[in-house]
């Protein structure tokens, strides 16, 4: 749904129905900005016209074939390019910032709104809706890097984050990282190459930004990742495979 509230947005999964109200699970799950500059009212509306086609329920009990997730994917430049690189291949589009999912709506054909869902809140609240091994890939670029020490919890890729992947993802499909922070790359590369089930594949395998691969040529470009380049600073991408648990 979209919303209008900003700031912390606390979890409403009914798995955590019987969480106890003090327990470390309530807290936020989403720190970010929800909402930009005030868009045109006729905009707005027929974004939501557009996403009553994009809803993620539209697939419960038959998901595509071959279904990938992108979590927090900014205005959606790579979603709709990657779409138009994988005509066999379905989407579920994460992105809890407004303007974001309106400018992707906006970029998109409608004819892709049938390989596409997006899911316009945080991605903890869209777990419950998903089976399990339903997923071929998730892409993850440029997560936000929540640069003080202090709020590395923030991040997104946390051991429980990688458990839940791993539950949604099918065995021997993907998880697709990149970000230019070299903090968050540590971390994230950290918590990877300690999880059970994600087994390090092509790409960064450390921080040494000498050790890292081109940006694969067949893969699209973000807006973060342009970014980054047109400063001249060193992106890393990681593939990772999940294995039969
Ligand atoms: C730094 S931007 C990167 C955007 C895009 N992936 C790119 O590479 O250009 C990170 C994005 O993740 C989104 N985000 C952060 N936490 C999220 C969450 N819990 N659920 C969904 N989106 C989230 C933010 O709103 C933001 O748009």
Same mark, same amino acid.
């Given at each position: 749904?979209?919303?209008?509230?900003?700031?912390?947005?606390?979890?409403?999964?009914?798995?955590?129905?019987?969480?106890?109200?003090?327990?470390?699970? =309530?807290?936020?799950?989403?720190? @970010? *900005? =929800?909402?930009?500059?005030?868009?045109?009212?006729?905009?707005?509306?027929? $974004?939501?016209? *557009?996403? +009553?086609?994009?809803?993620?329920?539209?697939?419960?009990?038959?998901?595509?074939?071959?279904? &990938?997730?992108?979590? @927090?994917?900014?205005?959606?430049?790579?979603?709709?390019?990657?779409?138009? #690189?994988?005509?066999?291949?379905?989407?579920?589009?994460?992105? %809890?910032?407004?303007?974001?999912?309106?400018?992707?709506?906006? @970029?998109?054909?409608?004819? !892709?709104?049938?390989?596409? /869902?997006?899911?316009?809140?945080?991605? #903890?609240?869209?777990?419950?809706?998903?089976?399990?091994?339903?997923?071929?890939?998730?892409?993850?670029? !440029?997560?936000?890097?929540?640069?003080? *020490?202090?709020?590395? @919890?923030? =991040?997104?890729?946390?051991? $429980?984050?990688?458990?839940?992947? /791993?539950?949604?993802? +099918?065995?021997?499909?993907?998880?697709? !990282?990149?970000?230019?922070?070299?903090?968050?790359?540590?971390?994230?590369?950290?918590?990877?190459?300690?999880?059970?089930?994600?087994?390090?594949?092509?790409?960064?395998? $450390?921080?040494?930004? %000498?050790?890292?691969?081109? &940006?694969?040529?067949?893969?699209?470009?973000? *807006?973060? =990742?342009? +970014?980054?380049?047109?400063?001249?600073?060193?992106? %890393?991408?990681?593939?990772?495979?999940?294995?039969?648990?």
């Amino acid at each position: 749904m979209l919303c209008d509230g900003d700031g912390p947005h606390m979890h409403h999964s009914p798995i955590l129905g019987s969480v106890p109200e003090h327990s470390p699970l =309530r807290k936020p799950v989403f720190y @970010g *900005r =929800r909402k930009g500059r005030v868009l045109p009212k006729t905009l707005y509306q027929h $974004t939501l016209d *557009r996403l +009553k086609n994009l809803d993620v329920n539209k697939w419960r009990g038959q998901w595509p074939k071959e279904l &990938w997730l992108e979590i @927090g994917f900014g205005s959606g430049e790579h979603l709709n390019q990657w779409l138009v #690189q994988h005509p066999q291949r379905s989407i579920i589009g994460v992105e %809890a910032f407004i303007n974001g999912v309106i400018h992707c709506v906006q @970029g998109m054909p409608e004819s !892709f709104e049938e390989r596409c /869902a997006i899911f316009s809140d945080p991605v #903890q609240e869209l777990w419950p809706s998903l089976s399990p091994s339903c997923l071929d890939g998730v892409i993850l670029f !440029f997560p936000d890097p929540w640069r003080k *020490r202090r709020h590395a @919890g923030r =991040r997104m890729v946390q051991p $429980t984050f990688l458990d839940l992947c /791993a539950h949604y993802v +099918k065995p021997g499909g993907v998880l697709h !990282f990149a970000s230019d922070h070299p903090g968050l790359i540590e971390h994230t590369l950290g918590i990877l190459h300690q999880h059970p089930h994600w087994q390090y594949i092509d790409g960064a395998r $450390t921080t040494d930004s %000498a050790h890292w691969p081109q &940006w694969p040529a067949h893969w699209p470009s973000s *807006r973060y =990742r342009d +970014k980054a380049v047109a400063q001249h600073i060193p992106c %890393a991408f990681s593939i990772w495979q999940l294995q039969p648990i």
